[in-house]
């Protein structure tokens, strides 16, 4: 009698290609953003930024430990991800629906950018919900 589940071991579809781009752009942006932090925490000078008119004081040190941090999940997450990992998938599809949230309320800033932005995410999300389990090298 033939079974209707598939082996676990069969070959990937094409949209495995979708989980590695998002595995891909998620390491970049942790390692950019991991520079961005120690750049900043080279430089804990505090700085001014010109808000209606006003000069308003910035935490660097914060802003840099945010980047910091913020790369760091990125990244682990990016490389969780080339291996297969459930929990990077679950990370990374809860960051590309806050993406796709924060280009919808950005939207009109920049359309052209939050359309593209929304349209890689959602293809994205489909990609490791219907297809992540075959980047796994299990």
Same mark, same amino acid.
């Given at each position: 009698m033939a079974t209707l589940v598939p082996h676990p071991r069969q070959r990937?579809?094409?949209w495995v290609g979708w989980v590695y781009f998002a595995a891909f752009l998620l390491v970049l942006t942790g390692v950019v953003h991991i520079v961005n932090g120690l750049f900043v925490l080279a430089r804990p000078v505090g700085a001014r930024v010109a808000a209606d008119g006003r000069w308003v004081? =910035?935490?660097l040190y914060g802003v840099g430990l945010g980047f910091l941090l913020l790369g760091v999940v990125l990244t682990a997450v990016g490389l969780g991800l080339f291996g297969g990992r459930l929990?990077?998938?679950v990370v990374a599809v809860v960051l590309a629906v806050v993406s796709v949230l924060a280009n919808v309320v950005l939207f009109a800033a920049s359309p052209?950018?939050?359309? =593209?932005?929304i349209v890689v995410d959602v293809l994205v999300v489909y990609a490791l919900v219907m297809h992540?389990?075959?980047a796994w090298r299990g």
């Amino acid at each position: 009698m033939a079974t209707l589940v598939p082996h676990p071991r069969q070959r990937p579809t094409a949209w495995v290609g979708w989980v590695y781009f998002a595995a891909f752009l998620l390491v970049l942006t942790g390692v950019v953003h991991i520079v961005n932090g120690l750049f900043v925490l080279a430089r804990p000078v505090g700085a001014r930024v010109a808000a209606d008119g006003r000069w308003v004081p =910035v935490d660097l040190y914060g802003v840099g430990l945010g980047f910091l941090l913020l790369g760091v999940v990125l990244t682990a997450v990016g490389l969780g991800l080339f291996g297969g990992r459930l929990w990077a998938r679950v990370v990374a599809v809860v960051l590309a629906v806050v993406s796709v949230l924060a280009n919808v309320v950005l939207f009109a800033a920049s359309p052209l950018w939050s359309m =593209v932005a929304i349209v890689v995410d959602v293809l994205v999300v489909y990609a490791l919900v219907m297809h992540g389990r075959e980047a796994w090298r299990g």
